[in-house]
DNA sequence: ACCTTGCGGTTGACATGTCAACGATGTTAT
DNA sequence: ATAACATCGTTGACATGTCAACCGCAAGGT
């Protein structure tokens, strides 16, 4: 264990790699909100039940493949109904919410794609080296959840 | 200028990138929050007043300095004056607003110090190669905010 | 049958952020 | 002086997130 404080260098180290996260991911997400009018959140959603679910997917399938709590789906689902974008309806066979993406929502979605995409080339795939690319691959794999490692450790 | 839509490949390495941050700066920020109460907005602000400003700053210079809206810094001023971690009185000689840091708000930050920096060395420095910190300045300076590009180009 | 437990989803209260409008106070031009 | 403008900060409305409590319904155990 290093309990010493890390140096003025590794804060620094920590802040270039905030600042790059905000100031890249902000600029996708203006640019799709600014053209489209949809967050991160209504295109993640929209765009699970387009690819995975032909147009639906039930509540809960969207809540483990976002990672998000189901609150804060059923929160956001409720705008999106309210904006037409999608709607619900429960399940006849068992218990449980489908979500169906409405036709305004899937031309939405047909509309965003393009800007998503170019704007991720712009301001992110762009400015990448190949070894950056190797980098973020890495640090991906060790920055996932560890789920085992605790249960690994006995008790002490 | 490229206009094909991005391919599969280069959509994994922006959603690896996404998720290595939120995985990231997510442990770092429950850690803080978990034993200190703050959030890193609260971090930021008083770190800011006891290192810069001796304790205390003008709320432009925070504005300034934070990056955020001054709408954003007065809404989350009320918050903060409303716990006791700082205060805000009105500038004598010139307009604007002095944020103080109370004996509450500097105890506080004085003990969140160790366990922020204990955080980001677990979470974060811990899994950087050489390779990734050099990536990580070089991606830093490729995502600064560039004022002059815009400026230089000659209006078509 | 009855009770407990767990799952799927909703709700309300509250924290955090954004945006546009406002107000008060300085600066500058006429 | 006064009109126009810029600066500094507040406010209210609303979007987004989090947390804990709740409700309806299924599955099991007794």
Redesign the interface.
């Known amino acids: 264990m290093?309990?010493k404080?890390?140096s003025e260098e590794?804060?620094q180290?920590?802040h270039?790699?905030?600042?790059?996260?905000k100031?890249?991911?902000g600029r996708v997400v203006k640019d799709m909100f600014g053209q489209t009018g949809l967050s991160e959140g209504d295109f993640g959603i929209l765009d699970r039940l387009d690819l995975y679910g032909k147009g639906k997917l039930r509540q809960q399938e969207l809540v483990d493949s976002m990672d998000w709590t189901k609150s804060r789906l059923s929160h956001h689902l409720t705008r999106m109904e309210k904006r037409g974008l999608v709607l619900r309806e429960p399940l006849k066979t068992e218990r449980g919410v489908q979500v169906i993406i409405t036709s305004a929502g899937k031309s939405t979605l047909d509309d965003a794609?393009?800007v998503v995409?170019?704007a991720?080339?712009e301001h992110?795939?762009d400015?990448?080296?190949e070894?950056?690319?190797?980098?973020?691959?890495?640090?991906?794999e060790?920055?996932?959840?560890k789920s085992s490692s605790a249960c690994k450790t006995p008790r002490s």
């Open positions: 290093n309990k404080m890390i590794e804060m180290i920590w270039m790699w905030k600042s790059s996260y100031n890249i991911f794609r393009p995409s170019m991720i080339r992110f795939l400015l990448l080296t070894q950056d690319i190797e980098s973020i691959t890495n640090l991906a060790r920055a996932k959840v």
